[in-house]
């Protein structure tokens, strides 16, 4: 089984500090990415990644850096948090090749931020 | 500009009897259509996909039907369970890797 992890389920942190995010997949996917869920919005897409140090913009990357040295693992960094980022965070992977069948993508459990 | 839409935020069924959830797109370019179920504090997991050059697919109690000329998506759940009751999001794929979200829909199966 696919194996998708978020290292932080609920975090608190203070307007201004600087929030790391960590995913991590077992499955040897090339395609990672970050989405965050809000009510009445859905999920949207913050930025993904193709491959190690690549990475481009989703629909919604301001105030957000992404960081891919390894493979397995895809770090969303917010520089300073704002109240408004607070929401559900959630990481997902992809193979290229199963992604191109079925547009299928396997999910972690989510991280849910507030920032005060 | 929402590209994907669902326009019924909550919907309430008796168990055995039909679940439909509906699901609008307004993207032409979009090729493929997919529904995620997602149960409270986990992510969302993979339901059922249709490509665009089809109009229906099952799997098992769930299929989903697509109306291209209405840019309509729909997923129906017979019979429904209990189990069943999640939050069902619609989403829709553009060209390379992208998938946009609808913003879900709560289904509740009242035994």
């Known amino acids: 089984d696919v194996k998708v992890t978020q290292s932080s389920r609920y975090l608190v942190k203070r307007t201004g500090e600087k929030v790391f995010l960590e995913c991590v997949q077992d499955m040897d996917h090339e395609n990672m990415f970050w989405y965050r869920q809000d009510p009445g919005l859905g999920l949207r897409l913050i930025y993904f990644?193709?491959?190690?140090?690549?990475?481009e913009k989703g629909d919604i990357p301001e105030g957000y850096s992404v960081s891919r040295e390894k493979k397995e693992r895809f770090s969303l960094i917010l520089e300073s948090a704002s109240t408004n980022q607070t929401s559900m965070y959630l990481c997902?992977?992809?193979?290229?090749?199963?992604?191109?069948?079925?547009?299928?993508?396997?999910f972690g459990e989510g991280s849910r931020l507030t920032v005060l | 500009d929402q590209q994907v839409k669902q326009n019924s935020p909550s919907l309430s069924v008796q168990e055995g009897r039909i679940s439909i959830l509906n699901c609008d797109y307004t993207n032409s370019m979009f090729d493929y259509f997919l529904w995620y179920k997602k149960y409270p504090a986990e992510g969302p997991t993979f339901l059922i996909s249709i490509s665009s050059i089809k109009d229906k697919n099952e799997d098992g109690r769930f299929t989903v039907f697509l109306n291209k000329s209405a840019k309509h998506l729909s997923l129906h759940i017979v019979p429904s369970q209990p189990g069943d009751s999640a939050v069902y999001f619609c989403a829709a794929r553009k060209y390379g890797n992208k998938l946009v979200f609808g913003a879900g829909t709560i289904l509740r199966v009242k035994s």
């Open positions: 990644s193709y491959d190690v140090k690549m990475k």
């Open positions: 997902a992977s992809s193979l290229p090749g199963q992604f191109a069948n079925t547009g299928e993508l396997f």
